[in-house]
């Protein structure tokens, strides 16, 4: 029980995963999710494929999810990131989790406070600037060393909090 209270701290204080910093988009899993994500005025949208969608950043989203402790979509009260995941499965520690988590929120806070002072990406939003990056980095931003290389340190940081196991 406690870890799981741990783990709803840390999750309140990231909130990268309906932010827009993990996921373009998040996943309705089924009819009584999309029924859900309406209900909850979540605006959804199809695929070529069928599937269903709800844009992120989520617009339930204010420095903190607005309904976490509501119903929510499979989707939002179903994920775990992976630095979570390794703690269940005692993997690492609660605290090397936490700090991994940390220091993507605080990369991220310095790579968008790096584009800010530049001209060409002031307006940037994080997903803009990670395009820049991939797949391979753009001339512009090759002119910007400094803030090329934290863009890509903050890849790789979120990288690591998505990753699935092989």
């Not at 990268?16 to 999710?33: P, Q, S, V, W, Y």
């Not at 903190?64 to 993997?91: A, G, H, M, W």
Request: with cysteine.
């Amino acid at each position: 029980m406690e870890i799981d209270l741990s783990f709803s701290k840390i999750c309140m204080q990231c909130g990268m995963c309906c932010d827009g910093t993990l996921f373009t988009k998040a996943n309705i899993k089924n009819r009584e999710d999309e029924l859900l994500a309406k209900s909850l005025g979540l605006p959804t949208f199809s695929t070529s494929d069928s599937k269903i969608f709800f844009e992120q950043p989520c617009q339930l989203f204010n420095k903190t999810c607005t309904i976490y402790d509501k119903p929510r979509p499979n989707c939002c009260s179903k994920f775990i990131c992976e630095p979570l995941q390794k703690v269940r499965t005692n993997e690492i520690t609660f605290n090397d989790a936490e700090n991994q988590i940390l220091l993507a929120l605080e990369t991220r806070k310095q790579v968008m406070e790096m584009a800010s002072l530049i001209t060409d990406y002031k307006n940037h939003t994080l997903q803009q600037l990670l395009t820049e990056i991939t797949p391979k980095p753009c001339a512009k931003i090759l002119q910007h060393k400094q803030l090329f290389l934290k863009i890509v340190s903050l890849r790789v940081l979120l990288n690591k909090l998505i990753q699935k196991k092989s």
